[in-house]
């Protein structure tokens, strides 16, 4: 009968030994955004916080253990907010009001409202996973813009982190894609509708977005001795039971890894596995392995629905209506 007593004590305590942070997160024009994702890490002990905007904007983080903490905010749509050795004391509350600026994206000029609407999740059609005469699955087929599921957790060496600030700082203004240039591999198939056709010696994937066609070689060869940096790099899978592993190499360390900002380099090397665990979804995890930019091999991993019948890949042609470059804005 004193276990209430107990707990209640054990709480008082906890409070009386933490902080809290506290604010809202708008836009930068004033505007609430709620469903906000904030996380808050101690930098001493990593450990991890997390909290959701309500509707008015407003967030809180409350009973952390005094110490330093880095907080970054995430809203769909919007460029990330990031601030670094934040200090909460004992008994002490922070007030963090957060301000987050619009992602230029993709063709220059659309809104996060354009991008909200194409990243809503869809109702997918069930049942078994689709094979290939071989018994192995078939991941062929038009999906829908990729979800992610885990960002990851790169450890960045000095250079890295330095282009991370830099590309911070400009507001993320030199994504290739702002220029029509490719995206890398860890975001085709982000936000827009892609093709997969499979058979048995490859695997070719198109997308909606001004990407050009990616070739993964199922045949049994191996990378060239020579290769020649690319964009999306050299492409060889094979098949681990139900998972289609896919080793890539061979880019030209201009694209980007994801819209942080983190880098590729001619020496990335990224190992992809792909599943159907159904009819109705694609998923991948990418594991990027590069020593000149991260301390240790990261892993990102998305989700794709499957797109509703009779949907297509259409054309994109980003160069016809890509007209804003001259006005983005960086440092």
């Not at 505007?31 to 809180?60: D, H, P, W």
């Amino acid at each position: 009968m004193y276990f209430p007593v107990l707990a209640i004590s054990a709480w008082a305590l906890l409070a009386q030994n933490s902080g809290t942070i506290t604010g809202t997160v708008t836009d930068v024009y004033g505007g609430a955004l709620g469903k906000a994702a904030i996380q808050a890490t101690n930098v001493a002990t990593k450990a991890v916080f997390k909290a959701e905007s309500s509707a008015t904007g407003a967030y809180t983080l409350a009973q952390l253990p005094a110490g330093t903490y880095d907080l970054s905010a995430t809203v769909t749509g919007m460029a990330r907010f990031e601030q670094k050795n934040i200090a909460v004391g004992v008994a002490h509350t922070v007030q963090l009001n957060i301000k987050v600026n619009d992602f230029s994206l993709n063709t220059v000029g659309e809104d996060r409202q354009f991008f909200e609407g194409l990243t809503t999740r869809h109702k997918t059609p069930a049942g078994p996973t689709p094979r290939m005469a071989n018994g192995k699955p078939d991941l062929s087929g038009v999906w829908l813009g990729t979800f992610l599921q885990d960002s990851g957790k790169p450890e960045l060496t000095p250079s890295a982190q330095a282009i991370v600030n830099e590309r911070a700082a400009n507001h993320l203004k030199d994504v290739p894609s702002s220029r029509c240039q490719p995206n890398g591999i860890t975001l085709f198939g982000v936000i827009f509708t892609y093709r997969v056709v499979q058979t048995p010696d490859y695997l070719v994937m198109i997308a909606e977005h001004d990407q050009p066609p990616r070739q993964i070689f199922m045949d049994g060869r191996s990378h060239p001795k020579n290769l020649d940096p690319t964009w999306l790099g050299h492409s060889i899978g094979h098949w681990e039971g139900e998972t289609l592993v896919v080793d890539s190499v061979g880019f030209n360390g201009r694209a980007w890894i994801d819209l942080e900002g983190h880098p590729f380099t001619e020496r990335t090397h990224i190992t992809e596995r792909y599943r159907r665990p159904d009819l109705g979804h694609l998923e991948v995890e990418f594991t990027i392995d590069d020593p000149s930019s991260y301390v240790k091999p990261w892993t990102i991993k998305r989700i794709s629905d499957l797109a509703p019948k009779g949907e297509e890949v259409a054309e994109y042609v980003c160069t016809e209506n890509n007209k804003d470059v001259p006005h983005l804005v960086g440092k």
